[in-house]
């Protein structure tokens, strides 16, 4: 497999996070940063502590009473919450280009623009009908251990997207990315239950080459790289094209769904350019987002 955080890769980040911000309204999505007029000691609100916060926020008075650090959130620096949910079934691995090295790819790419942005990051893996969080990351000090614990993720196995999100403990509301080459009604399950959670949700379809333009020739078994199950087909025109009237009415429906739910919907295929991927694809999360 190809190596997945190149030196390209990391050539491209800052003039990534110039083209993009995410910063979000009040009220939306955590709502990092109020739209009201504060300054340096305007206090907003309180959290808990978590690992990597600066310690002088720390709200002394409130352990005292609470038992519990705390730290003060100020009017104009309120963070917001961004989760990253990244499919690692074994379908991810598939295609000349994989979908995995893509998909990983972007992971580490919003990454990058949610700690430098200030705010709040958890990563979570998809796989086997589990969820793993890596934590908490907050700041740029974090950034490098994000891509180790995104690089490090194994791919393999059958997984359920809802099953494995609903293994999630939403504390706040805040803005999902949801990565993943889903082919099923779970991706509408997930979606509904992501909402449900009050995430606003980005959903980013990673598909390959071979799935968008099959030129397979002659009767071939195709196997299920998840479920293990085998059709043997014969290709020639006519099945080419049926499956692409297929893949085509899957597609809209589930660009359908994501209007009906109010998702950011994005589809990338495996093969892009860096600038395609980071400028094009990426880019659009400064509209929407």
């Not at 080459?209 to 479920?227: K, M």
Request: charged fraction near 30%; aromatic fraction near 12%.
């Amino acid at each position: 497999m190809e190596q997945i955080f190149n030196s390209e890769f990391y050539e491209k980040l800052h003039t990534l996070r110039m083209s993009i911000a995410l910063n979000i309204a009040s009220g939306q999505a955590g709502g990092r940063k109020s739209n009201s007029k504060g300054n340096s000691v305007e206090f907003s609100d309180f959290r808990e502590y978590m690992l990597g916060d600066d310690i002088r926020r720390i709200d002394w008075n409130a352990y005292a009473r609470f038992d519990k650090l705390f730290v003060k959130l100020f009017m104009e620096e309120k963070e917001g919450v961004f989760q990253i949910f990244l499919d690692c079934s074994e379908s991810m691995k598939y295609g000349e280009h994989s979908k995995e090295v893509c998909a990983k790819r972007i992971a580490g790419a919003l990454s990058y623009i949610v700690l430098e942005n200030g705010d709040r990051l958890y990563i979570n893996t998809l796989k086997d009908n589990h969820v793993v969080t890596a934590g908490s990351y907050s700041g740029m000090q974090a950034f490098i251990r994000c891509i180790k614990f995104i690089e490090e993720a194994p791919m393999g196995g059958a997984n359920d997207l809802f099953k494995s999100v609903k293994e999630k403990e939403f504390k706040n509301r805040g803005l999902s990315f949801l990565i993943t080459d889903g082919y099923t009604d779970e991706l509408d399950e997930t979606v509904k239950y992501l909402k449900y959670k009050k995430q606003d949700v980005v959903l980013i379809h990673v598909l390959s080459d071979e799935e968008l333009d099959p030129r397979y020739e002659g009767t071939l078994n195709l196997q299920d790289s998840e479920f293990l199950g085998e059709l043997r087909v014969s290709f020639n025109a006519s099945a080419i094209k049926t499956y692409k009237d297929s893949l085509n009415a899957f597609l809209t429906d589930t660009e359908n769904m994501c209007k009906k739910y109010g998702v950011t919907y994005i589809r990338v295929c495996s093969s892009e350019s860096f600038d395609s991927l980071f400028f094009s694809s990426l880019a659009k999360l400064a509209k929407k987002v």
